[in-house]
Each structure stands twice: as C-alpha cells, then as structure tokens.
C-alpha cells in the first residue's frame, strides 16, 4: 500500500461508515432518480451500493421525496442493504426536517448547504434549524458549500473588502476565499449550536482542478474537520474522468480527504455506477486503498496487429470485476491482486512476472505460444482456441489457493 500519510482530522460516524480519522478514504455517490419514486430509487441506491458505493447522497427537495425517504430506508433493509443514507437538501431543509419527522429520522446524515439555507440573510435561522433537528437525531452534517451557490453575504463581504486592497485580488480568487469562509463560518457557527466538532464533514466544490486544489489546502489548513472531496459539475466521459482524476489525486497524495466523490455526467441511458468505478480506480491507482484485482496491459504497437490481447485484457477485467461481489465474501483479500496480460515478447515475459498472474500473448510473427507467468515463475504455455478459458481456470486456482 501506499507511503502517503493522511492528514489528522476527526472521525466521524456516518450509520456503518467511519469516516476520518485513521479509517480508510470512503467512496460515495448520489442517485438521480426521482427520489418520491421509493422503489427506483432504492433499486439505484443498491446498484451503487453493489458496486461499491459506501455511502449514497439521494436528493430530499420535496414534500412527497421526504415522505419517500422511510419507505426507501425500508425497501433497502428488506433487501439488507445497510448503506447509510445521505439527505441532499437545499433551500427547504428546515421546512422538510421540520415537517417529516421520520425522514429526519431515516437518514444517516444531513447535507447543508449554506449558500442557499438562508439565501443572502445575516441571520442564519434556517441553518440553525437544520442543526437543531441534526442534534435531536443523533445525526452528522456535512455543510457543503459550492462555488455556484454562494452565501451572499459572504461574497459580498469579500468584495468590499478587495475594493480596499491596493492590489485588489482577481474574481476568482476572491470565490475561492468566499468558499473556504462560507464553509468554515457555517462549522463555527453549527458548533455554537452545540454541534461537536466530530459530527461535521466540511466541502467547498468547484468545477476546476487547480481551484479544487487550493480551496482544499487552505480548509485542511483551517482545522481539523473530515473533508469530502469532489469536483463539482466535472463533466461527461473523458473530460469529467481526467478533471476529477487530476484534482483528486494532487489532494488525496498530500494526505487531504476522507470521502471522494466523482460527480462526472452519465451517458444518456448508462448505469449511474460509473461514478463510483471511477472513485475506486482513483484510490487503487495511488495504492491507498484496493477494490478490485487490477490488470496491466499493454497499449499494443504495430507488433501486435492482432486485437486478440485486447479482446483477452477487457474480458479478464469484466471478469474480475463480475466475480468480486462473490470473491469480497470468501477471499476478501483478492482486491490485491495483480494480472498482466500482454500482447508481444517485448515487455510481456518481464511485465508478467511483475504480476501475481501474467500471460503474454504472441505478436504478429512470433511464435504462436502464450506463456503463463504465476508469482514470477513459468509455470505452462498455452496455445489455440482455449487460451482464455485455460487461463480462467488458473485464475481461479491462484484465488483458492493463494486468498
């Protein structure tokens, strides 16, 4: 695993989940369904949960969406999924908490946020109310500022104040200072309210990679809260996987985070569950935390004219991945293992014996054997149709044998 040593911060509890302190970075994610529809969103709430969602946000902005909530926390216990819960509320928190008791009460954790609790008010009566009903229910708060729905006071405070400097600061940087204040005035202010300081996960989103990094080195300066992190509104395929990726990792590698979340746009008809492949790829990738048997493979050249090894490294990947749900029960430890598949005699011997299981597959003009590499060694050569079943089957020995 990883050298990277994580910053300090308090660990909080959220239902199952520890969250901070000494405990493992935790992947969450959020559901888009409509959340008055109980079923769909418990069925997506499991989805996620199945693919390694550890906490899952659903969006509370309605009367029928929290009288939804129970029914949902119900549906998610018969089926005994026990992922905490996660209230998204903005505008009318205070309203809903207030009037549904039992969401208030089915829901692991509030999310504020303080840009719009109490929308361009010196008086914070309606964040004070959410902490309030949080604190009657034994619950922790994450205060979730973001860059596109900042406290109005706040901005405005700063703005004045940059009029007066000599050099005055750019926008965005005063946004940024918005943010980081929003944020860490809202934790002082829920701890006046007799909120402990172990209860509360602070955020401040943007939806840019370099101001991610700063908003974030200055609130881990700022104390010792449980941060989430996430870049906001990070986009769809390619260009949210590599935004999200680019921040996450410069934070996660200096020891800032305890919670991630990949806020990337689905494709129109895909599975909501991307996010969360994403977020787990990001943690493994640094060696901070395994989920999932990893594959190398090669990118391919022009001795390689065959797509056969990139036929063989995205089935044996879809394998892996399709067999973890049964495999977390019985050989919990799999999650370390490394698998090479590659596609000439360049690299692939040397590649494969880096591997706990390695194959290399013949190149275009070389002899057409796929030699087998286990813990370093040679252990048999395959050839012929059945090269990706036979190495199945010596996949799943290794895992008897050795998890």
């Not at 200096?254 to 990337?264: K, L, M, N, P, W």
């Not at 022009?302 to 089935?315: H, I, K, L, Y």
């Not at 054997?369 to 040679?378: E, I, Q």
Request: net charge neutral; hydrophobic share 40%.
């Amino acid at each position: 695993m990883t050298d990277v040593l994580r910053r300090k911060t308090n660990a909080v509890t959220i239902g199952s989940v520890l969250l901070g302190g000494d405990n493992p970075v935790a992947v969450q994610s959020m559901t888009n369904t409509d959340t008055a529809n109980a079923q769909s969103t418990a069925q997506q709430v499991m989805e996620l949960a199945n693919a390694g969602s550890e906490l899952v946000r659903i969006t509370v902005n309605t009367e029928e969406a929290a009288r939804a909530v129970p029914k949902i926390a119900e549906i998610l216990e018969a089926q005994n999924c026990h992922v905490p819960l996660i209230g998204d509320f903005h505008y009318n928190g205070h309203l809903l908490l207030t009037k549904y008791p039992e969401c208030a009460k089915a829901l692991a954790k509030y999310r504020i946020n303080p840009g719009n609790s109490d929308i361009g008010k010196d008086e914070k009566n309606n964040f004070a109310t959410m902490i309030e009903i949080a604190l009657k229910n034994d619950k922790p708060v994450r205060i979730g500022a973001n860059w596109g729905s900042l406290d109005k006071v706040v901005v405005a405070k700063l703005m004045d104040e940059n009029l007066k400097r000599q050099n005055p600061l750019s926008n965005d940087t005063i946004m940024e200072h918005a943010l980081v204040r929003s944020a860490l005035e809202s934790a002082e202010l829920a701890q006046k309210l007799g909120m402990p300081k172990n209860r509360l996960v602070l955020s401040a989103k943007v939806s840019n990679a370099q101001g991610l990094v700063r908003v974030y080195r200055a609130l881990a300066e700022s104390g010792e809260y449980a941060l989430h992190l996430g870049l906001t509104e990070a986009g769809m395929g390619m260009k949210g996987i590599v935004s999200s990726s680019a921040a996450l990792a410069v934070l996660l590698q200096q020891g800032i985070g305890d919670t991630i979340r990949v806020s990337i746009t689905p494709q129109p008809g895909q599975p909501r569950t991307e996010e969360v492949y994403v977020a787990q790829q990001i943690l493994q990738s640094l060696e901070i935390r395994n989920f999932t048997p990893q594959v190398t493979s090669c990118p391919g050249c022009g001795r390689t004219s065959s797509t056969f090894f990139q036929t063989m490294a995205e089935d044996i990947q879809s394998y892996l991945r399709e067999q973890m749900p049964i495999w977390k029960q019985t050989h919990p430890q799999v999650a370390e293992l490394k698998v090479a598949v590659m596609g000439c005699i360049v690299n692939g011997p040397g590649e494969s014996k880096h591997a706990n299981l390695g194959i290399s597959l013949p190149g275009t003009a070389e002899d057409p054997k796929a030699p087998v590499y286990v813990d370093g060694r040679l252990v048999t050569t395959l050839q012929g149709p059945g090269i990706v079943p036979e190495f199945k089957k010596i996949l799943n020995q290794y895992v008897e044998t050795h998890y």
